[in-house]
C-alpha cells in the first residue's frame, strides 16, 4: 500500500514550457486534489475531484488543467509555465464515504522551479 | 475575511514543556470540520487530529490534543510534554460542510515551532 505518490519529485522548467505533474492512490479514494505550497501563505486548492470523470476549480485554478479518467490517478497540467507557478504542489486523496476523522491523505510533494 | 487565522507565526518552546498553537476560524456553515497537520522540515503533511462541529468532546491524539470552543471559533493545538521531534511547521485547516462535495480544506498560513533542548 504506497498511499499518494507524485512524479517528479523536482522540475526545473523555462517560461513557457509545458508539463504534467503525476498523482497516483492506491487507497481507492473518491477524493482527489491538487494544492500548491508558497512561503507565507499555507496550502491553497488548485483543483480538485470527487470521482472518476468529475474535476472542479479551487481557489487558484488558473494555468492549471486536470483530468481524471481513473479513480487512482489524478494528473495536474501546466500549460504554459510561468515564474509565478514556482511552488511546492502537493496532491492529496480522501474517502468520502469513511468516517470519522475525514483524513486526507497527502503526497509527498513536487517542488517546481520555473525560470 | 481570512477564513483560518493562525496568528503565531514562530513559536519558541523548552523541551518537555507543554505548547499551545493557536486556530481561529470563521465559518457561517452549522457543519464544518477542523484539522491540523504537521509539516517537518522534509516536506511531508503530516494529519495529527481532527475535530467535527458537532462532536462533543475536544479530540485526542496521544499527546496532541485540540481545545476546541466553538463560541470563540478557536480551534487550539496542544502538545503536551514536547519532544524535539515536534520542531516543524503546524497547520490548522477546515472544511466546510461534512457532506459529499465538502472535501475541499481551507488552510492557515502556519506556524513555526521549534523545540529548544
Known amino acids: 500500500n504506497a498511499g499518494v505518490t507524485q512524479t517528479p519529485k523536482f522540475q526545473v522548467l523555462k517560461t513557457g514550457q509545458s508539463m504534467t505533474l503525476q498523482c497516483a492512490q492506491d487507497?481507492?479514494?473518491?477524493?482527489m486534489s491538487w494544492y500548491r505550497q508558497d512561503p507565507g501563505m499555507g496550502l491553497r486548492l488548485i483543483h480538485y475531484?470527487?470521482?472518476?470523470?468529475?474535476?472542479d476549480q479551487g481557489e487558484v485554478p488558473n494555468g492549471y488543467n486536470v483530468s481524471r479518467s481513473t479513480t487512482e490517478d489524478f494528473p495536474l497540467r501546466l500549460l504554459s509555465a510561468a515564474p509565478s507557478q514556482t511552488s511546492v504542489y502537493f496532491c492529496?486523496?480522501?474517502?468520502?464515504?469513511?468516517?470519522?476523522?475525514?483524513?486526507?491523505?497527502f503526497g509527498p510533494g513536487t517542488r517546481l522551479t520555473v525560470t | 475575511a481570512q477564513k483560518i487565522t493562525q496568528t503565531q507565526p514562530g513559536m519558541f518552546v523548552q523541551e518537555k514543556e507543554a505548547v499551545t498553537l493557536d486556530c481561529t476560524y470563521d465559518?457561517?456553515?452549522?457543519?464544518?470540520?477542523l484539522f491540523w497537520y504537521k509539516q517537518p522540515s522534509s516536506g511531508e503533511m503530516i494529519f495529527l487530529i481532527y475535530?467535527?462541529?458537532?462532536?462533543?468532546q475536544n479530540a485526542t491524539e496521544g499527546r496532541y490534543s485540540l481545545n476546541f470552543q466553538k463560541a470563540r471559533k478557536s480551534a487550539n493545538l496542544v502538545i503536551s510534554a514536547s519532544q524535539l521531534g515536534d520542531s516543524a511547521m503546524y497547520f490548522c485547516?477546515?472544511?466546510?460542510?461534512?457532506?459529499?462535495?465538502?472535501?475541499?480544506?481551507?488552510f492557515g498560513t502556519g506556524t513555526r515551532l521549534t523545540i529548544i533542548p
Open positions: 492529496a486523496s480522501s474517502s468520502i464515504t469513511t468516517e470519522p476523522s475525514y483524513e486526507q491523505y
Open positions: 487507497m481507492n479514494h473518491e477524493y
Open positions: 475531484s470527487v470521482g472518476a470523470g468529475i474535476t
Open positions: 465559518t457561517s456553515d452549522p457543519s464544518y470540520g
Open positions: 475535530q467535527g462541529s458537532y462532536d462533543q
Open positions: 485547516a477546515m472544511r466546510e460542510g461534512l457532506g459529499f462535495g465538502n472535501e475541499k480544506l481551507t
